[in-house]
């Protein structure tokens, strides 16, 4: 069966301090790769998706970035953490029509 | 880009019928059209799909409209475990869905 890992599950960053994310699949190839943020109370933005390793779409103009280096790895980062870039950030992963979500990572900078 | 529109919230008994609606009046004809929902502190969790035909499956039902333009999930007998944020969304290529603010729903015992 397929499973979908993130971590950490919880982060705290100073303002100004890099950030890397990361998000793995098990137990499928191919699969499409989405970041999603969920600002509290909100619903969820897409960040970015990717259909194959090197191909990244990117949905909001921000300091973020992401990147798939493997088939089944992908990776969320900024340089320069913002305060607005608090929220909880979830991975997600589909082989067809339904998406399937990580357990997410909450992020609070400070 | 194709939106939806639900309501904010809403309530209903435990273990009475729930129907939760949604517009999407701008949607093409190859957009499908998803429900999600979200538990606290959880990812969003896939309940339903369809297309044109309404659709049913061990958690919910669809019933779309004949034009399209909305749509109603149906929780045929809701209990505390459904309170949750419900999203409908409308796919667009490459499997991309936009979820909206959602409708949270409470479930009184």
């Known amino acids: 069966s397929q499973t979908i890992h993130q971590w950490p599950a919880t982060l705290v960053q100073p303002v100004g301090s890099p950030l890397s994310l990361e998000c793995t699949v098990e137990g499928t190839s191919n699969p499409n790769l989405y970041w999603y943020r969920q600002a509290a109370g909100r619903g969820l933005q897409l960040l970015f998706y990717?259909?194959?390793?090197?191909?990244i779409s990117s949905e909001v103009p921000q300091n973020l970035s992401a990147s798939r280096p493997q088939d089944r790895q992908f990776i969320l980062s900024s340089k320069k953490l913002l305060l607005s870039d608090s929220g909880f950030y979830l991975c997600?992963?589909?082989?067809?029509?339904?998406?399937?979500f990580g357990p997410g990572t909450r992020l609070t900078v400070t | 880009d194709a939106k939806t529109t639900q309501p904010n919230s809403m309530e209903s008994n435990e273990e009475e019928p729930v129907h939760l609606p949604c517009n999407h009046s701008t949607i093409s004809g190859t957009d499908y059209i998803h429900w999600y929902r979200q538990l606290p502190s959880q990812g969003p969790e896939y309940v339903i799909h369809g297309l044109t035909s309404n659709v049913n499956n061990r958690m919910a039902s669809l019933a779309i409209a004949e034009d399209r333009k909305s749509s109603t999930l149906i929780l045929h007998r809701a209990t505390l475990r459904d309170a949750a944020v419900y999203y409908c969304i409308l796919e667009h290529p490459y499997y991309d869905m936009r979820f909206g603010a959602g409708t949270r729903l409470t479930v009184k015992p």
């Open positions: 997600a992963w589909s082989g067809g029509s339904e998406q399937y």
């Open positions: 990717s259909v194959g390793i090197g191909q």
